[in-house]
C-alpha cells in the first residue's frame, strides 16, 4: 500500500460558482480537502486564484490521475499544484474555531540561501510575543517537496506575474488573524516595525495574501 500524499493545490475558474465540479471530482479520486482558502486582497506579490485547497490523497497514483482530468474540466482556467510536508512547529495546537471576522494570512515565502533561512528563523521567534499579544496564531503550515512523475507543475497555461519561472516556493503557512483591524494593529505597532527588517533580509521573494476560510465541501 502507498503512502498518502499531501498537497496544496489552487485553481482559477471561469466561474467562481463551478468549484463545486472540481471537489466532486477530487472526491472521487481518492481525494479529501482538509482546509480551504479563498483569496481576497493582495498585500504582497500577487496570487489571485479563486479557491485554495490543502488536499491528502490516499495513493499518489490517484492525485496524478486528478492532475490529468483537469485539463479536461472546462471551469479551471489555471491549476497549481505543490506535494507537501506537513511542518508541526507551524500548526497551532489549539483549536481553529470559526469567527465571522476572522482572516487568513497566506505567507508563501522564498529565502535569500541558507542565511535567508537562518534570519527567518530569528525573525519568527521575535514576531511570537506579537501575535500572542494580537491573538494570532499559525493554524497550519508546510514544505513543498520534490515528488516523481507530474504531481508538482502549473497547467493549463503559464501562471502570470512574479511566477512566471514556476510556483516553487519554499514555506507555506496560514496564519489566523481575529480581524483585518487587527492585523492592520500588528503591523503599525512601532516595536513590531522594528524586528521587520528581519523578515525582508531573510526574503527573496514572498506572497502575503488575505484570505478567508472556507466550510468544507
Wanted: hydrophobic share 35%.
Amino acid at each position: 500500500m502507498k503512502s498518502p500524499l499531501l498537497s496544496f493545490d489552487a485553481f482559477w475558474y471561469e466561474d467562481a460558482d463551478k468549484r463545486a465540479q472540481t471537489d466532486q471530482e477530487i472526491n472521487q479520486y481518492g481525494g479529501t480537502i482538509i482546509s480551504s482558502y479563498s483569496p481576497t486582497r493582495q498585500l504582497e506579490g500577487h496570487f489571485d486564484a479563486n479557491i485554495i485547497h490543502i488536499i491528502t490523497w490516499a495513493d499518489p497514483g490517484q492525485k496524478l490521475a486528478f492532475q490529468k482530468l483537469i485539463s479536461t474540466l472546462g471551469p479551471v482556467v489555471k491549476h497549481t499544484s505543490l506535494a507537501l510536508n506537513n511542518l508541526p512547529q507551524l500548526n497551532s495546537p489549539q483549536k481553529d474555531e470559526e469567527q465571522s471576522t476572522a482572516i487568513y494570512m497566506m505567507n508563501v515565502l522564498w529565502y535569500k540561501g541558507n542565511e535567508g533561512v537562518e534570519k527567518y528563523a530569528q525573525y519568527s521567534q521575535a514576531v511570537l510575543p506579537f501575535l500572542k499579544k494580537y491573538g494570532a496564531c499559525a493554524v497550519e503550515g508546510y514544505k513543498p517537496v520534490e515528488v516523481p512523475g507530474d504531481l508538482n507543475g502549473d497547467l493549463n497555461g503559464d501562471l502570470n506575474g512574479d511566477f512566471n519561472g514556476g510556483f516553487n516556493p519554499q514555506t507555506i503557512f496560514f496564519v489566523r488573524w481575529p480581524s483585518r483591524d487587527v492585523f492592520i494593529q500588528f503591523i503599525s505597532d512601532p516595536a513590531f516595525q522594528k524586528i521587520s527588517p528581519l523578515r525582508k533580509d531573510a526574503l527573496e521573494k514572498a506572497l502575503l495574501t488575505e484570505t478567508i476560510k472556507m466550510p468544507k465541501p
